[in-house]
């Protein structure tokens, strides 16, 4: 996060304010990084695309008023901080047009508003898509949580043993504790390690082992932040991953929940996993999602 040059936001011009151009603003400001405000025109209707409907001139008007819109947020932020500022309008699928945009000015963070876009919880399609294509880093800022960040989680799973997902635990730690000297918040750090239930003896003893084994990965993992992570704000929690992490995120009144994105089935570049997934429908904070490295999303550039 500290290296921060490019930051997009996607932002709807005909919404009155957005807590994830708030968001940027502020990151701008601590880093130095420009911002490009990005407005997507959704595909017009067949109608009014026929012959005789003047739909090259409709588009062009709804581009120019989508773009003065976005220019009217941009001029107060360049006055008052001094950041570059720039506004794009794009047609076409929202989701396909921001990673494209991304592709195209190689930028290091997207941020977006949480809001329901037709779809049954928060984040909404557009959100849900872009966590699972978009190769940079998307913010998804909770209308609730558009202040400064005052509690940062992040999620990892240490005993995955892959040394893909060891490498993406890295970069959780690394991008949260970057969120957390940014806006000098408190930072917490959550690995749920699996069911707990009630067990024959045999089970226990295992249970026991796998606490033990979790116990030993989170601390090797944790242990080049020892002077930056107090452990107190470690959580080692028993159950299911989404479960276990949603109660951190109730628990501990999280402003932020920084995790991963991947997934080792399905189609190739599509990276969501099942915890990720899960927790979308439940958490009431912002999500900070990454990818691995090496990602490379399946969007091409037309």
Not at 23 to 50: F, S, W
Not at 278 to 286: A, I, N, P
Request: one cysteine or more; hydrophobic letters at 45%.
């Amino acid at each position: 996060m500290q290296d921060i040059k490019k930051i997009l936001v996607f932002v709807t011009a005909r919404t009155e304010g957005s807590p994830a151009l708030e968001q940027a603003r502020r990151i701008a400001k601590a880093t130095g990084a420009e911002i490009e405000l990005v407005d997507v025109i959704g595909e017009l209707p067949m109608t009014l695309r026929a012959p005789g409907f003047g739909y090259p001139d409709l588009l062009e008007t709804l581009k120019k008023e989508a773009y003065e819109a976005l220019e009217g947020a941009a001029a107060p932020i360049r006055h008052a901080d001094g950041t570059p500022v720039s506004a794009k309008a794009l047609y076409g699928k929202p989701f396909l047009e921001v990673t494209r945009e991304v592709l195209r000015g190689e930028h290091d963070l997207v941020l977006l508003d949480a809001r329901r876009d037709g779809s049954l919880h928060l984040w909404g399609t557009t959100a849900m898509r872009l966590f699972r294509v978009c190769p940079a880093p998307v913010w998804a800022v909770h209308p609730e949580r558009s202040g400064a960040c005052r509690k940062v989680l992040a999620a990892v799973d240490p005993l995955s043993g892959y040394d893909e997902e060891n490498a993406l635990n890295r970069r959780i730690l690394e991008a949260a504790l970057d969120v957390a000297r940014l806006q000098q918040a408190e930072l917490h750090v959550v690995h749920a390690w699996g069911e707990q239930e009630e067990s024959p003896e045999l089970l226990v003893r295992f249970e026991e082992r796998m606490k033990a084994a979790a116990r030993e990965a989170l601390d090797a993992l944790l242990a080049p932040y020892s002077d930056k992570i107090p452990a107190e704000r470690v959580h080692l929690v028993a159950g299911r991953p989404a479960e276990g992490i949603h109660q951190v995120v109730r628990d501990e009144n999280v402003d932020l929940l920084v995790m991963g994105t991947l997934v080792r089935t399905g189609i190739q570049g599509v990276l969501i996993g099942n915890t990720a997934e899960k927790l979308l429908g439940q958490v009431e904070c912002s999500i900070l999602a990454l990818k691995p490295d090496g990602y490379r999303t399946p969007v091409e550039l037309e």
